[in-house]
């Protein structure tokens, strides 16, 4: 059995939807904190159990019978550590027999804030000795295009990145790798995949995209780190949260949102999602 953490969330439902293409229902488990909100995935025979991060002693009896294993990365940034260590700790007692687990862009040299967990959970695992797989995912587009509406509003795209690269591909792309792996007869214990779009892109770029496809007017504002995580708190995130993806902006003007590798594309056996079909998406969310 394969069983996925995070299931009901926006990552996990998409690995959820890719197995289901791979493999019968009856041998998927979806780990939720609460059952309920995956109703849906039960009714088509996929097994749904409890898993709550907080609650280590209920871990590994909720993996009884897996063998593989999926951990998507918790979304408590700061509390993520002990989290990721408590379902390591349950997949070792419960025998699972590969630990997939997904990790940022070249965690183990990472500049981004963000990586320190990643970085700290990947060391968790080696130290554990489980069988184990690294995936790395990228950035999202969606990180971008779920502000597309914003974007319209405004007029402009605001960033931190100034002109670095991003290497980002569709999160349905990311679900997909990971299906293949945990579906794959090929043993992908010990490897470390670094996963990115095959094309990149400057926020100028997005900036024009979104131009030539809503025949709107819409500006690049290079910001400073420090305005652009003032501007984000203004529209409501907190501050902390914020931070985090500004110096994450910051950090793609030196390349660490960047990467020229095709391990994503060859893992899933064709393109990664272009940028324009992700702006056209969003735009049709629109409508």
């Known amino acids: 059995?394969?069983?996925?953490?995070g299931a009901s969330g926006q990552l996990g439902r998409l690995v959820i939807t890719a197995l289901l293409q791979r493999t019968n229902a009856a041998d998927i488990v979806a780990l939720v904190r609460n059952p309920d909100k995956v109703s849906d995935l039960a009714a088509q025979g996929v097994?749904?159990?409890?898993?709550?991060?907080?609650a280590p002693d209920t871990l590994a009896p909720a993996l009884s019978?897996?063998?593989?294993?999926?951990?998507?990365?918790?979304?408590?940034?700061?509390?993520?550590?002990?989290?990721?260590?408590?379902?390591?700790?349950a997949a070792n007692a419960s025998g699972v027999n590969l630990l997939a687990y997904t990790s940022i862009l070249r965690a183990d040299s990472s500049l981004l804030a963000l990586a320190e967990?990643?970085?700290?959970?990947?060391?968790?695992i080696q130290a554990s000795g489980l069988p184990a797989v690294i995936l790395r995912n990228g950035w999202y587009t969606e990180n971008y295009t779920q502000s597309i509406g914003g974007v319209l509003q405004a007029g402009a795209v605001a960033g931190a990145a100034k002109d670095g690269r991003l290497h980002t591909a569709a999160r349905a792309d990311y679900a997909e790798a990971a299906a293949v792996v945990l579906t794959a007869n090929d043993d992908h214990a010990g490897k470390v995949y670094e996963l990115a779009g095959d094309a990149g892109f400057t926020l100028a770029d997005y900036a024009?995209?979104?131009?030539?496809?809503?025949?709107?007017?819409?500006?690049?504002?290079?910001?400073?780190?420090?305005?652009?995580?003032a501007m984000l708190v203004s529209i409501g995130l907190p501050d902390a949260f914020a931070g985090l993806l500004a110096d994450a902006e910051v950090n793609a003007a030196d390349g660490w949102l960047a990467h020229d590798g095709n391990d994503l594309s060859t893992l899933i056996g064709r393109p990664t999602t272009p940028?324009?079909?992700?702006?056209?998406?969003?735009?049709?969310?629109?409508?």
Do not use: W
């Not at 059995?1 to 953490?5: E, G, K, L, Q, S």
């Not at 593989?68 to 408590?86: E, W």
């Not at 990643?118 to 060391?123: L, Q, R, S, V, Y």
């Not at 024009?208 to 290079?222: H, L, N, P």
């Open 47 to 54: 097994q749904v159990r409890a898993f709550d991060y907080n």
């Open 1 to 5: 059995m394969i069983a996925v953490t």
């Open 275 to 287: 940028l324009s079909d992700s702006v056209t998406a969003a735009l049709a969310g629109l409508a």
């Open 65 to 89: 019978g897996v063998d593989k294993l999926l951990l998507i990365s918790a979304s408590d940034i700061g509390s993520r550590l002990p989290q990721h260590q408590a379902v390591i700790d």
């Open 208 to 229: 024009d995209e979104i131009a030539r496809q809503s025949g709107k007017t819409i500006a690049y504002q290079a910001m400073s780190g420090e305005a652009f995580t």
């Open 117 to 124: 967990e990643h970085k700290a959970t990947e060391a968790a």
